[in-house]
């Protein structure tokens, strides 16, 4: 027993005395809070598609650029120009036809030596006007758009006894 009572007082002479080394006890300063949950955020807003520009406008004017006034007759041939190329409003007179029906039809010639001797090959025949003449006279109104080479439009009967044209020019600007 003896044995156990030195242990004794060795293990308490070394919790008092220490044994070469402190413990503090462990002390909190601060109280422990707890925080709010944390919020989230809104989601991030959408911004809408870009817009798209409209499309440059043109200069030209919506209508014809005004009226060009043409005479076709037999055997004749009519020479007029325009300021510019565009939409015109075409108005075909005709005199001294034999009778009816006399064709008028828009040519890609653009004098007329070259209608002459093409004839009606370079003419747009599924875009043909029909003047119906009344003592040798017709009158025809129809909005054509002249390039700028201009062009020409020939007149015939249906046998092709009778013809005549007339070629529109694009003044040149200085």
Not at 25 to 33: D, G, I, P, S, V
Not at 93 to 112: E, F, K, M, S
């Amino acid at each position: 027993m003896r044995s156990l009572w030195v242990f004794c007082v060795a293990a308490i002479l070394a919790v008092s005395c220490g044994s070469g080394s402190e413990t503090a006890t462990q002390t909190t300063t601060a109280e422990l809070k707890m925080t709010a949950a944390p919020t989230t955020t809104a989601a991030p807003t959408t911004t809408a598609a870009p817009t798209t520009t409209a499309a440059p406008t043109t200069t030209a004017p919506a209508g014809p650029l005004g009226e060009v006034e043409i005479l076709v007759a037999p055997d004749e041939g009519f020479l007029t120009s325009v300021p510019s190329s565009g939409l015109w409003t075409m108005n075909v007179a005709g005199a001294n036809w034999a009778g009816p029906p006399v064709y008028v039809l828009i040519c890609t010639a653009t004098d007329l030596v070259i209608l002459t001797r093409t004839g009606t090959s370079t003419c747009d025949l599924s875009n043909l006007k029909v003047g119906m003449p009344a003592d040798g006279a017709f009158s025809l109104s129809f909005d054509l758009r002249i390039p700028e080479d201009g062009l020409c439009i020939a007149a015939g009967d249906q046998g092709q006894v009778e013809a005549g044209g007339a070629c529109i020019s694009v003044e040149i600007a200085d």
